[in-house]
């Protein structure tokens, strides 16, 4: 089952990578370039391997909203919905089904399958690779279910296996750290992966669940490689040696991911493919987090601040190139049968220009 799965996201890599591996000498003009890629999205749809639509029903100031608070249908204000992803070519993403507490996560789960129904001619839940080429075949866009953060399972495999029967095909390790893993940003408490995480790799392997490892720390990265009988992936996340962050994946580790059969799906995210987005956004959330402490009743002078530090100075340039060099790197460390994409949509506050939503993946 888990390399059956492990399929999934390896189709999307025909998308970016099979006719460059065709042609080595690249150089076309950008109509030539369209018709390739648009002929190539004909046979190999992009499966986008993280996709956060989930925070417009469970995760907003409005929030929680029902399906007609939201519609997809029609052109939303959020990068996803069914007009887009036409648009963007997308045959399937690996959706994230999330709420804020156990029994909002429960209803998300309700949500999803009436979603589903309400779409029926557009969308399709999916828990294989063969549904999912079903799915497509049938002009359908294919959702597999995803969890983001193991914390929703309380460090309990009877969890797992019920969300299982639900139909959740994969679990981000630690979004960030619990009892199974430290984050990639946290302090670390278990030096890696914990007993009980040791446990649930073996159970997420014999269900055949995806192991994800974005969030995770390095460590506990080689201590799942270390641990786990099957493939694993990386749903969004990108190469640390172009983007020095925690977030990001390790030559080192990228190489055992290769001889694991994972995949890594690198990510839109702007402050994850450039250091110096992330530098300034850090420093941005300085000057907002100290401006809420100095004046925490006079919002017009908290504002204030903010517009005189983003003038002098500006947002970073992020382009489709800079997240180009991130697939190049990867494909020339260990291959492109190891690659995907995933824009983590929704998720994402700041977006790359030319990738802003999910009408942009043939860009």
Same mark, same amino acid.
């Given at each position: 089952?888990?390399?059956?799965?492990?399929?999934?996201?390896?189709?999307?890599?025909?998308?970016?990578?099979?006719? +460059?591996?065709?042609?080595?000498?690249?150089?076309?003009?950008?109509?030539?370039?369209?018709?390739?890629?648009?002929?190539?999205?004909?046979?190999?749809?992009?499966?986008?391997?993280?996709?956060? +639509?989930?925070?417009?029903?469970?995760?907003?100031?409005?929030?929680?909203?029902?399906?007609?608070?939201?519609?997809?249908?029609?052109?939303?204000?959020?990068?996803?919905?069914?007009?887009?992803?036409?648009?963007?070519?997308?045959? =399937?993403?690996?959706?994230?089904?999330?709420?804020?507490?156990?029994?909002?996560? !429960?209803?998300?789960?309700?949500?999803?399958?009436?979603?589903?129904?309400?779409?029926?001619?557009? +969308?399709?839940?999916?828990?294989?690779?063969?549904?999912?080429?079903? =799915?497509?075949?049938?002009?359908?866009?294919?959702?597999?279910? !995803?969890?983001?953060?193991?914390?929703?399972? @309380?460090?309990?495999?009877?969890?797992?296996?019920?969300?299982?029967?639900?139909? *959740?095909?994969?679990?981000?390790? =630690?979004?960030?750290?619990?009892?199974?893993?430290?984050?990639?940003?946290? =302090?670390?408490?278990?030096?890696? !992966?914990?007993?009980?995480?040791?446990?649930?790799?073996?159970?997420?392997?014999?269900?055949?669940? *995806?192991?994800?490892?974005?969030?995770?720390?390095?460590?506990?990265?080689?201590?799942?490689?270390?641990?786990?009988?099957?493939?694993?992936?990386?749903?969004?996340?990108?190469?640390?040696?172009?983007?020095?962050?925690?977030?990001?994946?390790?030559?080192?580790? *990228?190489?055992?991911?290769?001889?694991?059969?994972?995949?890594?799906?690198?990510?839109?995210?702007?402050?994850?493919?450039?250091?110096?987005?992330?530098?300034? *956004?850090?420093?941005?959330?300085?000057?907002?987090?100290?401006? @809420?402490?100095?004046?925490?009743?006079?919002?017009?002078?908290?504002?204030?601040?903010?517009?005189?530090?983003?003038?002098?100075?500006?947002?970073?340039?992020?382009?489709?190139?800079?997240?180009?060099?991130?697939?190049?790197?990867?494909?020339?460390?260990?291959?492109?049968?190891?690659?995907?994409?995933?824009?983590?949509?929704?998720?994402?506050?700041?977006?790359?220009?030319?990738?802003?939503?999910?009408?942009?993946?043939?860009?």
């Amino acid at each position: 089952m888990q390399k059956k799965l492990l399929s999934i996201a390896m189709l999307s890599w025909f998308v970016a990578c099979k006719p +460059l591996a065709q042609q080595k000498k690249y150089v076309v003009t950008e109509p030539k370039a369209k018709e390739i890629v648009d002929h190539v999205l004909k046979t190999s749809p992009v499966i986008d391997g993280h996709n956060d +639509l989930f925070i417009h029903y469970m995760d907003c100031k409005t929030c929680p909203r029902d399906l007609q608070d939201y519609r997809l249908d029609t052109m939303a204000k959020g990068h996803t919905d069914i007009p887009k992803m036409r648009k963007g070519k997308v045959g =399937a993403l690996l959706i994230n089904v999330f709420g804020s507490d156990s029994i909002s996560y !429960i209803k998300a789960w309700d949500l999803l399958y009436r979603m589903e129904d309400m779409y029926k001619k557009d +969308l399709k839940i999916v828990t294989s690779s063969n549904e999912m080429r079903t =799915a497509m075949n049938e002009g359908k866009i294919g959702f597999l279910p !995803i969890l983001e953060g193991a914390k929703r399972l @309380q460090d309990d495999p009877a969890l797992l296996r019920v969300y299982y029967e639900l139909g *959740l095909r994969s679990v981000t390790f =630690a979004y960030s750290t619990n009892g199974l893993a430290d984050g990639s940003d946290d =302090a670390a408490t278990h030096n890696g !992966i914990s007993s009980i995480g040791r446990e649930m790799v073996k159970e997420m392997n014999r269900l055949g669940v *995806l192991i994800d490892m974005s969030h995770i720390s390095a460590k506990a990265m080689n201590d799942i490689l270390d641990e786990t009988k099957a493939p694993v992936i990386f749903s969004h996340s990108n190469a640390r040696a172009l983007c020095d962050v925690n977030r990001n994946v390790p030559d080192d580790v *990228l190489l055992r991911l290769k001889n694991n059969g994972g995949i890594i799906m690198l990510t839109f995210v702007p402050y994850f493919v450039k250091k110096e987005f992330m530098d300034w *956004l850090n420093k941005g959330d300085t000057v907002y987090y100290d401006s @809420q402490k100095a004046y925490p009743d006079n919002r017009a002078k908290r504002d204030s601040l903010m517009d005189a530090w983003e003038s002098k100075n500006p947002m970073p340039s992020v382009t489709v190139a800079d997240m180009a060099d991130h697939f190049d790197h990867v494909k020339k460390l260990i291959g492109a049968d190891h690659i995907g994409m995933a824009g983590d949509y929704d998720g994402i506050s700041f977006t790359i220009k030319g990738l802003e939503n999910a009408s942009t993946y043939p860009n």
